[in-house]
């Protein structure tokens, strides 16, 4: 495989972004969004997928939902950008991660045809000062901006800040299987011959 890496610098009148990635990586990462749990979440998301991941975000109209959107989107199209043409990737998996009394479970398609489906189960309105619908937006703007069918099922649990925490982890369990490299693969897999 080429290597896997990209840069998207993300710049509007809302917020200043830039997050460079490497999908090859060993799970290192630099993480400043100025939000600590939307740190936390990215932080895990590259730990478990074993991605290196850098993001550097900046507000600045001071509005948290722009900034929790945008970070979402811009690491989604810089993952993307990095699967290139996905050509020898496995393609397809499934994680299954307890947190303490939660479960959650990701299914993947890294085919090129954005469809998610997000379900956290939230039950407060704010987790570690965010609120329950900027921390589901998030996850629907990484989702997306990544291309590719995505599923995440938290099953159950009692605890949001657990609940939130096995999502992301299924999530990045599961692309780290589905975007490695299948070694009896050789070129793009899929029986159209393009993603």
């Not at 710049?11 to 939000?35: C, H, R, W």
């Amino acid at each position: 495989m080429n290597p896997r890496t990209s840069k998207i610098n993300r710049e509007t009148k809302e917020t200043s972004i830039k997050a460079a990635v490497n999908l090859d990586g060993t799970g290192k990462t630099s993480i400043q969004t100025g939000i600590s749990f939307l740190d936390h979440l990215i932080t895990s998301f590259a730990k478990h997928s074993m991605i290196d991941l850098t993001v550097k975000a900046k507000s600045l109209d001071n509005i948290e939902h722009h900034l929790i959107e945008d970070v979402g989107i811009t690491i989604g199209a810089a993952i993307d950008k990095a699967l290139g043409n996905r050509s020898g990737i496995t393609r397809f998996s499934f994680a299954s991660v307890p947190m303490d009394e939660s479960l959650a479970e990701t299914s993947i398609d890294l085919v090129k045809r954005p469809f998610t489906k997000i379900t956290l189960l939230i039950k407060r309105t704010k987790i570690e000062g965010i609120s329950k619908e900027d921390i589901e937006h998030f996850f629907s703007s990484l989702t997306q901006n990544l291309n590719s069918c995505i599923h995440i099922t938290v099953k159950y649990g009692e605890n949001d800040h657990h609940k939130v925490e096995a999502a992301i982890k299924s999530f990045a369990v599961a692309f780290r299987l589905a975007s490695s490299s299948d070694k009896k693969r050789k070129g793009v897999p899929s029986t159209k011959g393009a993603m």
